[in-house]
């Protein structure tokens, strides 16, 4: 059975870190790549950053990238998103989920989106002082 579950959000001031981690169940870290997604009421949801599942490449959108790093330890079949220098516009409630992935043009990337099975139930990250 197939289950994305993700921890560590919360409260966190600006210009302050967190770390979310996402783990696997159901198949291991070199099937699929995973994501992380966000999403705030009223807005699409936004590709953050993916790691890929045969050399764990990773990429990140703009907004991301110079602040969070991706990462996976294979042997827990865990993925993290260290969030650095957080800004009130990164409040969201963060997903995981298992995709694919490459990297776009513009420094961005691309990503497939699977069924339901393979997300998460998301986690709540507030900055706010």
């Known amino acids: 059975q197939v289950q994305l579950v993700e921890s560590g959000g919360g409260l966190v001031q600006p210009g302050g870190s967190v770390r979310l981690s996402c783990a696997v169940s159901?198949?291991?870290?070199?099937?699929?790549?995973i994501g992380w997604f966000r999403q705030t009421p009223g807005k699409l949801r936004e590709g953050v950053s993916c790691?890929?599942?045969?050399?764990?490449?990773?990429y990140y959108a703009p907004s991301a990238k110079g602040r969070f790093t991706i990462s996976r330890d294979i042997g827990k079949n865990t993925v993290y998103l260290e969030m650095n220098n957080l800004k009130p516009e990164d409040t969201a409630v963060y997903y995981c989920?298992?995709?694919?992935?490459?990297?776009?043009?513009?420094?961005?990337?691309?990503?497939?989106?699977?069924?339901?099975?393979?997300w998460g139930q998301g986690t709540q990250v507030t900055v706010s002082s």
């Open positions: 790691i890929g599942s045969s050399d764990g490449s990773g």
């Open positions: 159901g198949f291991t870290l070199d099937v699929y790549a």
């Open positions: 989920a298992a995709t694919e992935c490459w990297p776009a043009p513009s420094g961005s990337f691309y990503y497939t989106e699977m069924g339901g099975d393979y």
